[in-house]
C-alpha cells in the first residue's frame, strides 16, 4: 500500500493543506498518523477523485447562469441593491450546486 503526504495531496488537487486537513476531518479522506506525520492511502486519494469526477457529470443545469452572473457582477455600475441582488443568486445557485 502507497501513502502520500497532505503536500502531495495538496498539490495534486491544488488546494492548501488546510483544505485537506478538512477532507480528512469530514471523512471523505481517509489517513493515517505516523507520529506526527498525517499520510493519506492512495487508494483513499483515488476513491476521493473517482467519486468526485463521477458526481461531476450531476452539476446543474443553472451553472452557465452561475457564470452569466459571475460575468456582470464584476462590471456592474448599477445601484447597489441590483449588485446585491446578483450576488445572492451567485451563491443561492452555487449552494444548490453539489460536487
Known amino acids: 500500500m502507497n501513502?502520500?503526504?497532505m503536500n502531495?495531496?495538496?498539490k495534486s488537487l491544488s488546494v492548501s493543506r488546510i483544505t485537506v486537513y478538512r477532507l480528512i476531518k469530514s471523512g471523505q479522506l481517509q489517513a493515517l498518523k505516523v507520529n506526527k506525520a498525517v499520510r493519506i492511502p492512495e487508494n483513499s486519494f483515488q476513491d476521493y477523485i473517482r467519486?468526485?469526477?463521477k458526481n461531476a457529470s450531476n452539476i446543474p443545469a443553472?451553472?452557465?447562469?452561475t457564470k452569466e452572473l459571475m460575468s456582470l457582477a464584476g462590471k456592474w455600475?448599477?445601484?447597489k441593491e441590483e449588485y446585491e441582488a446578483i450576488l445572492k443568486a451567485i451563491e443561492e445557485s452555487q449552494a444548490n450546486t453539489e460536487f
Open 8 to 10: 502531495e495531496v495538496a
Open 62 to 65: 443553472n451553472s452557465d447562469k
Open 77 to 79: 455600475s448599477g445601484p
Open 51 to 53: 467519486y468526485n469526477l
Open 3 to 5: 501513502f502520500m503526504t
